[in-house]
């Protein structure tokens, strides 16, 4: 190819292969190993250069930047987190005046859950669900890429916003009429809403292409119920991010409309109400929670069963709770309105509803411990974690029954004691079993092992400052303490327990500087993984550490629940992939039994331009109503830019049916139906 | 790697397929689980906020008219023939039926956008009047936003197929095209209940 | 696969101890909390309800975390020498039926028993909820809550409505009766909180909530918006008063009366200051011309005990520097600062400090 058509195809990738070679199909066997690996290498990897990087579709590269992203949106959620706490350490301090305080505690929950918690699911889940199922790529990767591109966007508008002194201040709940028109004139709540459109469109269009993978791709013999329960997990959220966050957009845009048009969805004046943003708030927010706890419980899935050394026990009890916790988590939003004067039998029925989640999560727990007790439990740094989310799961899910209770929240909503309750159920719930993650899991992403002292003291810091910092919060919740003051006065008397809860939360902030050190210096200097450094069982242990752009060199074939485990000397793999072109197996719904084959997309750039059209989008909306019909232009364009046919990408699919004769076509459509 | 004993060989099976067997129908089916979600969503407000009020619509708010409405109504349902045939030449993979029948889907369909400016005036309210306005504008304007998107998207796939680009994925596109298309008509007539009868014995 | 030495399994054994014994520590915590904003210090029958349901779920809640505990770290601590060293750390596949159907009765008899839990709980909890919804008395004394950023509005409804007492963030009630809230809002949504009394209800621009109690216990107890309302939610604050009826009456025949008209030259020209100055714009004196609603009622001020929401007591000299600049106070508060010479503002606080 001449280097003037190469520099031509702006937004494409263009194909630098040896043209001729395309005309000839090259299958898996029919090449040397090592040259198929180049060659395989070739089809499935990045370009090379920034562009490349750009262009990628590989769930690899965007599960790796999606990972960092949310962590490091993680850590400047974290520095909220602490500013705040250095304002509450003493009555009346003038660390922060309300006005920041209040941007801070607003963009602390929503950075932590919009931006940290529920990408960071989904991006393990990008990266090790097509691995975990045994195929090439998750299923549209572009849109995947897309969705990696929107999230980044959102988050950054937020934080510039934020720097410009325009960060959201009515906190992540963001009630109106507070929010409404009246009560919060300028750009900060239309900062906040636009927020939410990035990360839902985002969260939506992975949650979709999880869930395709999960059902089409998987390799031949994984049928359902062989599944990991981690696969499980992220099944299910899936599903719950399809159901629950469409009213959170829904509800976004109604408070837009209501701030920019002058609608009065929210306006109690022209026969709106203010309670309907709760409802829909909440009918979102309550699933969100279990959103991220779901994931976490497929985390400690798998380092439960590695390092107890055997099955897990109760798969089927441990695959029905999580559904049926994402089934019940639908039905108990109303517990966060029971201060809202509801009549006393709806809301007994949404305390029914709320304790009733903790029959399916106490399974779980108690099928662990039974795991545990008839195992040889290892202390790797992992599963040291996975047991401090234990202890602290509990903690929080009692707690979570007090709550539960319509009349003893009375008290305790909205109160300190709720704060400690969450924080309970979402650092010991989601951060512990995602720290447990990322011990368990670096070896894989990155070929070298975590330092293991170095990761016992990182446990050991942040288990003890995470209790320190919110245990003291129950009983400043009890003694009276409201959640989201900027300040107290001294004759209160909580003086002490928060400085207790701020001097803990120091030496959490050490326990995470311990991880950062560890994994930097780690990842060059660490002993070399190899590819199952734990002995565990699932297919992402069956490849290199870290895995090549394709995979796997032949898609395994499962002969157990235990993939790796059970696998015999002479275990079968599938061959006659092409592997020129990037081709996956389509298995049936099921069983898994091989049905056809799909050509994936090939890297490109039009996911990020149609992610800059969206962004360009979304940010005039925070000025104008009419950004909206402006914005349709481009996006148009950018979406029949990603979907039109590319020469490139024909060389791979079935001939042309214009070219077929009338009997090959019946034949081939009789085949496909 | 040492060659397993037995091997699994996928070389001939097929490489498109339709209805569930691809990939693309199950992105579709997610989208349309996504966007069910958004408008019930919306019916939902509907009626919380018809129970917070005492008389619907609130007065002096008139109730809409019916006429256009209906006819624009029956418009869309019967555009469910053309696409079912386009379907159906697709699934046989029959070019020149496909693309007959999309041209009159699309006609259908644009004719449809067209007449629904004329809906929005048979509202009689404005947006920005109530809340009953804005819940009624927004149901409509949502259930638009999809159908000019579903017929921006029809047109573009086409185009693609006129081009000669015949590989037959576009064909199963055709059929997850269809499938869309189904959706916004069914959804449809929830919409126009809610939006159009409803105020009549609510 | 790396072989993980079983050194490691053996070490380290005081390391979940240690943990263990700090949740212990933890707990001794949350004993013999007492405060005047506090939900464990019971003042009344509706409080006292919702602190019998919250201990019973504390001291069951309690037991189920030791036993679980307890039985999390048998099972991590348990050696199985013997299979050990024969197996080393290869994975454990061999089926086990015996075992598992045991274990499946033991989490199956779990699962149970956290039912039957959830069930007593919810049992509680369902007749505390019943006993604090089912005092609807009409002839209740009634007082109508409207929140405000950052202040509470307070409106006795008594017969006649001529003689209705209009006060702010001090809230009177006599002992022993039940007393009934209508609460409500003009702006944002605000929570109404008292602790000791009972537990909070929303005051939400469109809807009337309802909320009861009644306090047993004579004394002063704080209640704080518990519902984030902006800029000075840390700053709402209001005190409930409850005092023998004889008192309360006492107290509300007083309210009742027009304010006092003023006795000296000083509270003359304070008058005068007040109502020839924007105050009266906002604020509402009773017998005089100022008749603005949208802040709090000053007819008796004096009588109360803090001023600016619960944040500052009510001295001359916290009056003095609320009056001239309250932005330093209560940065964001709606009330804008009053330029006012020092005889101005002398007279001022001295026509403020008769109305009581």
Redesign the interface.
């Known amino acids: 190819m001449k280097p003037e058509e190469q520099s031509a195809g702006v937004i494409e990738e263009e194909e630098t292969a040896e043209a001729p070679e395309a005309e000839r199909e090259v299958r898996e066997g029919d090449l040397p190993e090592d040259e198929e690996r180049r060659l395989l290498d070739k089809t499935w990897g990045d370009k090379p250069g920034f562009r490349g990087w750009l262009a990628s579709t590989n769930h690899k590269s965007i599960g790796k930047r999606f990972i960092i992203t949310a962590f490091i949106f993680f850590l400047l959620g974290g520095i909220l987190a602490v500013l705040m706490r250095i304002q509450l350490a003493r009555p009346e301090n003038t660390f922060l005046g309300p006005d920041l305080y209040n941007q801070i505690f607003t963009m602390h929950g929503t950075t932590m859950m919009f931006l940290f918690a529920v990408p960071v699911m989904e991006a393990f889940a990008i990266y090790l669900v097509p691995l975990m199922v045994g195929t090439r790529n998750i299923a549209f990767p572009r849109m995947v890429a897309f969705s990696y591109w929107i999230y980044l966007a959102g988050g950054v508008m937020l934080f510039v916003f934020f720097i410009l002194n325009t960060g959201p201040d009515v906190g992540w709940f963001n009630y109106v009429p507070l929010s409404g028109p009246e009560f919060s004139p300028g750009k900060r709540i239309n900062v906040w809403t636009q927020l939410v459109n990035f990360t839902e469109v985002s969260a939506l269009g992975v949650a979709v292409a999880i869930i395709t993978t999960i059902f089409k791709q998987r390799a031949p013999g994984l049928s359902l119920h062989r599944l990991p329960v981690f696969v499980w997990a992220m099944l299910v959220m899936s599903f719950m991010v399809v159901f629950a966050m469409p009213a959170v957009t829904m509800s976004s845009v109604l408070l837009t409309l209501d701030r920019l048009v002058g609608t009065h969805f929210f306006n109690p004046a022209e026969g709106g109400d203010p309670l309907l943003w709760q409802h829909l708030f909440w009918f979102f927010g309550h699933p969100e929670v279990y959103i991220i706890l779901i994931p976490a419980l497929g985390y400690i899935a798998s380092i439960i069963q590695t390092f107890s050394r055997r099955k897990v026990f109760g798969y089927t009890a441990l695959v029905l709770s999580m559904l049926s916790i994402g089934f019940i988590s639908f039905g108990l939003w109303v517990h966060h309105m029971f201060t809202t004067g509801l009549p006393q039998l709806g809301s007994s029925f949404f305390s029914a509803a709320s304790m009733m989640i903790a029959i399916p999560s106490g399974t779980q727990i108690f099928c662990w411990i039974a795991t545990l007790w008839s195992g040889r439990p290892l202390f790797r740094s992992p599963l040291l974690f996975a047991i401090g989310f234990f202890f602290t799961f509990i903690m929080g899910g009692l707690s979570g029954v007090m709550v539960a209770s319509a009349s003893a929240d009375l008290q305790l909503h909205d109160t300190f004691f709720v704060v400690a309750h969450f924080h309970y159920v979402l650092i010991g719930g989601a951060v512990f079993p995602l720290f447990a993650a990322f011990h368990y899991w670096f070896p894989k992403f990155t070929g070298r092992m975590l330092n293991e002292g170095l990761g016992k003291l990182t446990f050991w810091l942040m288990f003890t400052g995470f209790n320190l910092t919110f245990f003291p919060m129950h009983q400043l919740g009890l003694e009276g303490m409201p959640r989201r003051v900027y300040t107290y006065l001294p004759e209160m008397g909580w003086g002490n327990l928060n400085l207790l809860a701020t001097t803990g939360g120091v030496v959490l902030t050490l326990g995470v500087l311990t991880f950062i050190v560890n994994a930097l210096s780690s990842r060059r200097r660490g002993a070399r993984a190899g590819d199952n450094p734990w002995g565990a069982d699932t297919l992402d242990w069956g490849t290199t550490s870290p895995p090549p752009s394709y995979n796997f060199l032949r898609l395994p074939v499962v002969q157990g629940r235990e993939a790796l485990w059970a696998r015999t000397e002479d275990a079968p793999f599938v061959e006659g992939l092409r592997s020129d072109c990037r081709e996956v197996l389509i298995t049936k719904t099921l069983d898994a039994e091989p049905d056809n084959k799909m050509v994936l997309p090939s890297p490109s750039l039009w996911p990020l331009v149609m992610a800059l059209a969206v962004t360009a989008t979304l940010i005039g909306v925070i000025f104008t109503p009419w950004a909206l019909p402006a914005g349709m232009i481009p996006a148009a364009i950018a979406l029949i830019g990603w979907g039109w046919p590319k020469r490139r990408d024909e060389r791979c699919e079935r001939k042309r049916v214009e070219e077929m004769s009338s009997e090959e076509r019946r034949k081939e459509a009789a085949r496909a139906q | ?1 040492k ?21 693309m129908w ?2 579709v089916v ?2 349309l ?3 069910t ?2 408008l019930v ?2 019916f ?2 509907y009626f ?2 018809r129970d ?2 005492t008389d619907w619509p ?1 007065p002096p708010t008139l109730l809409p008219d019916l006429l256009i409405p209906t006819v624009n109504l029956g418009l869309l349902l019967l555009s469910v023939v053309p696409i079912h045939l386009v379907s159906r030449a697709a ?5 020149r039926r496909a693309l007959i029948w999309m041209t009159v889907g699309i006609t259908m369909g644009i004719a449809f956008v067209a007449i629904r400016a004329l809906e929005f005036r048979a509202l009689n309210v404005s ?9 009624v ?2 149901i409509i304007g949502v259930h638009t936003f999809h159908l000019a998107s579903e017929v ?1 998207e029809t047109i ?1 796939i086409t185009l ?1 197929l006129a081009k ?9 596109d055709l059929t997850d095209n269809a499938l869309y298309w189904y959706f916004i008509v069914a959804i449809w007539i929830p919409c126009y209940v809610i939006v159009f009868l409803a105020p009549r014995f609510l | 696969m790396r072989a993980v030495g079983s050194k490691l399994r053996k070490r380290g054994w005081w390391q979940p101890a240690l943990t263990f014994s700090f949740f212990i520590l933890e707990l001794a915590f949350l004993s013999g909390c007492r405060g005047a904003q506090s939900a464990l210090d019971p003042a009344g029958p509706q409080a006292a309800r919702i602190g019998r349901l919250w201990w019973l779920m504390f001291y069951v809640c309690s037991a189920v975390f030791l036993a679980v505990s307890i039985a999390l770290l048998i099972a991590i601590f348990r050696e199985r020498k013997g299979r050990e060293k024969k197996k080393g750390d290869e994975p454990d596949t061999s089926p086990e039926p015996k075992r598992e159907r045991l274990m499946t009765r033991i989490v199956a008899g779990a699962v149970g028993l956290t039912v039957v839990i959830l069930f007593v709980f919810l049992i509680t909890d369902f007749f505390t909820g019943r006993a604090l919804y089912s005092h609807a008395d009409p002839q209740a004394l009634t007082i109508k809550i409207t929140g405000q950023q950052w202040w509470w509005d307070v409106e006795y409804e008594t017969e006649p409505a001529s003689s209705i007492v209009h006060t702010a963030n001090e809230i009177h009630i006599p002992t022993g009766q039940l007393v009934k809230f209508r609460l409500t809002s003009t702006d944002v949504i605000h929570s109404f909180w008292v602790p000791n009394l009972n537990g909070k209800k929303d005051l939400i621009p469109g809807h009337e909530i309802t909320l009861t109690f009644q306090a047993d216990r004579a004394g002063e107890y704080r209640g704080q918006c518990a519902e984030f309302c902006g800029y000075q939610h840390a700053h709402m604050a209001f005190t409930v008063v409850a005092e023998a009826p004889e008192k309360f009456y006492e107290w509300m025949n007083r309210q009742r009366a027009p304010s006092v008209e003023p006795t000296n030259d000083a509270e003359r020209r304070g008058q005068q200051v007040f109502l020839s100055s924007p105050c009266i714009m906002c604020h509402s004196i009773r017998g005089t011309i100022a008749g603005g609603r949208i802040a709090p009622d000053l007819t008796h001020l004096a009588s109360r005990k803090s001023i600016a929401a619960g944040t500052l007591p009510n001295t001359r000299g916290h009056l003095a520097g609320w009056i001239t600049n309250s932005q330093e106070i209560k940065p964001g508060n709606h009330m804008p600062p009053v330029p006012l010479g020092p005889e101005d503002l002398q007279a001022l606080l001295a026509y403020l400090e008769s109305l009581k």
């Open positions: 790697m060659k397993g004993s037995a091997t699994i060989d996928v070389t001939g099976l097929p490489e498109f397929a339709f209805g569930n067997r691809g990939l199950w992105g997610g989208f689980a996504i966007e979600t958004m969503t919306c939902a407000s919380y906020l917070r009020a609130p699934r046989r993979l029959d070019k947006w920005d009047t109530n809340a009953y306005g804005s819940i504008w927004l921006v573009v693609i000669g680009h015949t590989e037959p994925k576009y064909f199963v």
